[in-house]
DNA sequence: TCAAATGTCATGCTTTAGTATGATTTTGAA
DNA sequence: TTCAAAATCATACTAAAGCATGACATTTGA
């Protein structure tokens, strides 16, 4: 910034003396003073557009590093509700690792049963949560403290 | 810009327009073409500035490296993701929606757009986010600070 | 102004989810 | 021990989700 300015008034100067030594030989020739004000309307908005550069473009280049973890929320499964809907421990699991974004299969063979028993306890989840679908599930489970 | 360019042009014309009228006055009084070029050096600096400035004005550019994981209590949205990812604002619309449990031909519906285009956005999401079902999907969002 | 990104929609297809129903086996408590 | 709830599994569906691909219009940024 400094250097800018100290640049800018240096060669401000050195144009003023130009100019000053031109005015004398330019001055006798005609329409001199056109040519002489077209010439300092040149540089001055050459000089100007590059002040102008000089003091905007400097480009901010953020980075950003931090990372933030995860708070590890204190969670207390709420057993109440849990016992109000009738939700066994069985389903209770299967909610858990529906939760956790795993299919149906997935959720099968990580309990080491079949498809179709994890479908089943799917529904009767459903119909116990009274929603339609595993994503309305898991929002309502977290509502009623049975999920983190 | 064309409008910039356009003001550009206007403002020097009327410029050398008052300068040729004002040329005649000052040409009489001593010293007059150093008062002469100083106004012209003044005034072309300043539009050289502006000019400049217009010209360049560019935006910071915020570079982002790395994803940022976000707890997830006090929740604001995390556009440098966002960004990061290539999630566009459609498509963050309809991720809001379906962590809102809601399906696909719902989500069709409160966008007024067909079901074929929300599963267009779902696919590209899930590409985007790294995830095979809606699921993890709202699951990563979240960590992501895309979600409350 | 021109290319790239975005948004929209379609078709055809495969996979997963969800429903309905019924059956057998475990298990925990009266 | 007995009985009901819980857990398991199956079959047969329908519905929804997801994938791949291509097309076309609009928006936007350089």
Redesign the pocket.
Known sequence: MKKNILIYGAVLGLLVAGLKLAEYKLIVIDHSIEIYGGLIALLFTVLGIWAGLKFVKKKEVVVVKEVIVQDPAEFTLNENNLKLL?I????HEVLMLMAQGL???ETADK?F??L??I?????KL?EKLNV???TQAVQEAKKLGLLP
Do not use: D, G, I, P
């Not at 066994?88 to 389903?91: D, G, I, L």
């Open positions: 009738n066994s421990k069985r389903e299919s149906n299969q309990l049963v079949s179709n028993t479908k089943t306890h799917s529904s459903f339609q679908r595993r």
